[in-house]
């Protein structure tokens, strides 16, 4: 993959196997790929590992397309593992994750939001 800048010209970055490029202080740096878990959404799976809840309810919310809100402010720092399939559905890893923190949640009324409790 070769990346430029067409905002500001110059020359233009060619990522090899194993490479990402993030653009970071206003300019784009490369480094390694050390963790393939973000990038196993392509195979349909989430893996997270020693995630807080909360980075991973924003996950989520990208994943599924829906807003999620945590009541529970004592779940914000709460850290999370585990793997789990796209297919298998919010409200499945939710009450899987139940069995590790105590919480509940629910839908609004259209289904477009999830409160944590």
Not at 18 to 38: F, P
Request: charged content about 30%; overall charge positive; aromatic content about 10%.
């Amino acid at each position: 993959i070769e990346l430029t800048n067409k905002m500001k010209p110059g020359p233009s970055i060619r990522l090899s196997p194993m490479q990402k490029a993030e653009w970071t202080g206003g300019r784009m740096v490369v480094d390694s790929i050390r963790n393939l878990d973000n990038y196993r959404w392509k195979e349909g799976l989430i893996c997270f590992e020693d995630i807080r809840f909360a980075d991973l309810m924003k996950r989520f919310e990208k994943t599924y397309d829906i807003r999620i809100v945590i009541q529970n402010k004592r779940l914000h720092d709460y850290k999370c593992s585990g793997k789990c399939r796209v297919s298998d559905g919010v409200d499945f890893i939710l009450q899987v994750l139940q069995r590790s923190t105590r919480f509940t949640f629910s839908r609004s009324d259209d289904n477009t939001i999830i409160y944590i409790k």
